[in-house]
């Protein structure tokens, strides 16, 4: 499978290890429900710290852009990663829901710093020829550090929640490590113009642009009808009488395809136009999902999961790879942030709004309009294709990648 990813740089191999490991460490927030439980908060007190701990990934992706463009990409990473293991600590001894709460908070905005940091020094690092294979590999390494967070994270909680909190801030401080010493600085380019240093470093130079204003909406459609598998498939399948167990294993399905024909599809795809890879996958997607509402079984579920699943392993690094295309050298960072908030926004707006809506006006409601808005979000960005390559043909500066790990 790496030789699919074979001619990417040194920088990249460095992040794909890092993130592996950082992800392998990521179990606490799958079972944070089952610790607060051991720790005797309620279930009407769950949801204070289950939402702050999705209001922090509004504002770290925001932060973490603006710091990676005005400190540099590793060093904001090595403070993201340092802050979660903090953070791990700081959660494990709260006292009360409050302090949980804030905890959970700071644990999130803290984790989401990393993302624009990495993916800026990612886009540094290739050329345009190889942008959209090491978004690829890195959306490959998520997939395989969470799937073995998902089985070991299971086994650990059963002798004891400390374990959990201790293996993640293990993770997190061993990538600290390894982007405090293998990774370039990634300062990236001083802002030239003049002007005050808000024009220059602040968001505006992202929501000023119209092609941005365009894509965040249609990219933040189909990642929220993504999101829903997250609490549309859990309710589906309760409501159907079917077990845990049966969830469990949708959700194993769906990791071990992805980390199987990721780099399978990468490869054989890798002909074809990135615009027209993501149309097609993101229909894939919202089609899957919206199957979900005729499933009524085991082997009926996970045919829809695996419809899903294929797009989610064909559109893997895509979105990130024209975010950083289309952004001008010195704003990579917030580029990413802004990319990542929308992603925040969308995933939160699914957790809350679909499962109110699923429980209010139907479930058939929730899959119609995966099926609907899905569908027409992908087209919508296929319309922009002009626009896009426009774009990068004209803001790709010259690159001068890192040495090549063949």
């Known amino acids: 499978m790496l030789s699919t990813f074979s001619g990417l740089p040194r920088t990249a191999w460095i992040i794909f290890a890092g993130t592996i490991v950082n992800r392998l460490g990521f179990m606490v927030a799958p079972f944070l429900v089952y610790y607060l439980g051991s720790r005797g908060i309620s279930t009407s007190q769950t949801p204070y710290i289950l939402g702050a701990l999705g209001a922090g990934n509004l504002v770290g992706p925001l ?7 005005r400190r540099g990409r590793r060093t904001t990473m090595v403070i993201g990663l340092v802050g979660v293991a903090a953070s791990h600590g700081l959660l494990f001894i709260a006292p009360n829901v409050v302090t949980l709460a804030l905890a ?26 190889k942008r959209r294979t090491a978004f690829s590999l890195l959306h490959w390494a998520v997939n395989i550090g969470t799937a073995g967070a998902g089985m070991l994270g299971g086994f650990l909680a059963t002798k004891g ?51 941005m204003r365009a894509l965040l909406p249609l990219f933040a459609t189909t990642i929220a009808i993504y999101s829903l598998t997250e609490v549309g498939l859990p309710l589906a399948i309760r409501d159907d009488g079917l ?30 136009r990135p615009l027209v890879v993501y149309v097609v996958a993101a229909c894939l997607i919202a089609v899957g999902v919206a199957l979900t509402g005729v499933a009524n079984g085991p082997w009926s579920y996970a045919a829809t999961v695996a419809v899903w699943s294929i797009g989610e392993a064909s559109i893997g690094g895509i979105h990130s790879s024209i975010i950083q295309s289309i952004a001008p050298e010195d704003a990579r960072g917030r580029y990413q942030g802004a990319f990542q908030w929308s992603w925040g926004i969308a995933r939160f707006t ?54 090549v790990v063949q």
């Open 161 to 211: 929640y400390w374990l959990l909190f201790t293996v993640d801030a293990a993770g997190s401080l061993a990538y600290a490590v390894i982007a405090a010493t293998m990774l370039p600085g990634g300062t990236g380019p001083k802002a030239t113009a003049t002007g005050t240093a808000a024009v220059k470093y602040g968001y505006g130079v992202v929501f000023r642009d119209p092609l």
């Open 350 to 403: 699914a957790l809350t709004a679909g499962t109110a809506v699923y429980a209010h006006a139907g479930p058939s409601v929730v899959w119609w309009f995966a099926a609907v808005a899905g569908v027409a979000a992908a087209l919508a960005v296929g319309a922009l294709a002009p626009v896009i390559n426009r774009r990068t043909a004209v803001s790709e500066p010259e690159e001068k990648p890192d040495a």
């Open 104 to 129: 959970a908070m700071l644990l999130s905005v803290m984790g989401s710093m990393v993302s624009p940091g990495a993916s800026a020094l990612l886009a540094e690092s290739v050329g345009q020829e």
């Open 243 to 272: 077990s845990a167990t049966t969830l469990g294993a949708m959700f194993t399905l769906n990791a071990a395809m992805v980390v199987v024909l990721q780099p399978v599809a990468t490869s054989v795809l890798s002909g074809v």
């Open 63 to 69: 932060i973490g852009g603006f710091l990676a463009d």
